[in-house]
């Protein structure tokens, strides 16, 4: 149960895309499209932006969307806006009724 | 509306016990599979442990597992995490999650559409 790889920090200018990605195994994201994605300010509790690799739950901006290649997974933030600063954790089915999240990346937009 | 509202979360020493609880409404709570999730100090999210709507199937990560229980009581609506043997490093905020389709196992996948503000444990002697 090897905590996802995340790179630290992203940042981008409003209008612009920017791509989260999130690294794991063959033993999790390379396995099960069981990807999920989350979004969390600070001093709030995390929100569900993507399940299934590439689902957006009801209310979830169309700009944001997930993929998926090889052992990794992406969260893609399109037409990005001021209120997308924030952080994002990615999560995979890890096999054994487990799960396994990333360490986070810092969204900043310029 | 959904509503998660955790409690429990102190100080305590190296070694010592302590019980989160999770009072849940808005929903039908036995229902659905429940977690916990916890977050050390300007750290990623770490799942805890996760337990079926019918509370007879618990699961847990490797790093709790043997120390820290999973229970449920759909009758009052509460989930429970029974914290023993406390380290350093499991000081952390401790959310309750719901997830985010009903069913009575834990089974995969599990996304939580609904968590709580968490509720600070640290672990200090």
């Known amino acids: 149960q090897s905590a996802l790889t995340q790179s630290r920090s992203v940042s981008g200018s409003p209008g612009q895309s920017v791509t989260i990605s999130c690294t794991g195994t063959s033993s999790d994201v390379g396995t099960y499209n069981y990807v999920s994605w989350y979004q969390q300010y600070p001093g709030e509790a995390p929100k569900l932006m993507i399940y299934?690799?590439?689902k957006r739950p009801s209310g979830v901006p169309d700009r944001f969307s997930g993929s998926k290649s090889g052992n990794t997974a992406s969260l893609t933030i399109s037409g990005l806006q001021a209120e997308d600063e924030a952080d994002y954790h990615c999560c995979s089915y890890a096999g054994g009724y487990t799960l396994v999240f990333g360490g986070g990346t810092k969204l900043t937009v310029l | 509306e959904v509503q998660l509202l955790e409690s429990g979360g102190s100080l305590v020493q190296p070694g010592g016990s302590l019980r989160l609880s999770c009072a849940a409404s808005g929903f039908t709570f036995s229902s659905y599979p429940m977690t916990w999730v916890r977050q050390a100090p300007g750290k990623g999210l770490e799942w805890v442990s996760g337990i079926s709507g019918n509370g007879l199937s618990p699961h847990y990560a490797d790093s709790v597992k043997g120390r820290f229980t999973i229970s449920r009581d759909n009758s009052n609506n509460r989930l429970y995490l029974q914290l023993n043997s406390l380290r350093a490093e499991d000081t952390a905020l401790y959310y309750c999650?719901?997830?985010?389709?009903?069913?009575?196992?834990?089974?995969?996948?599990?996304?939580?559409?609904?968590w709580g503000q968490g509720t600070q444990v640290t672990v200090s002697s």
């Open positions: 299934d690799v590439t």
């Open positions: 999650a719901k997830v985010r389709v009903m069913s009575s196992a834990w089974y995969p996948p599990y996304y939580f559409d609904s």
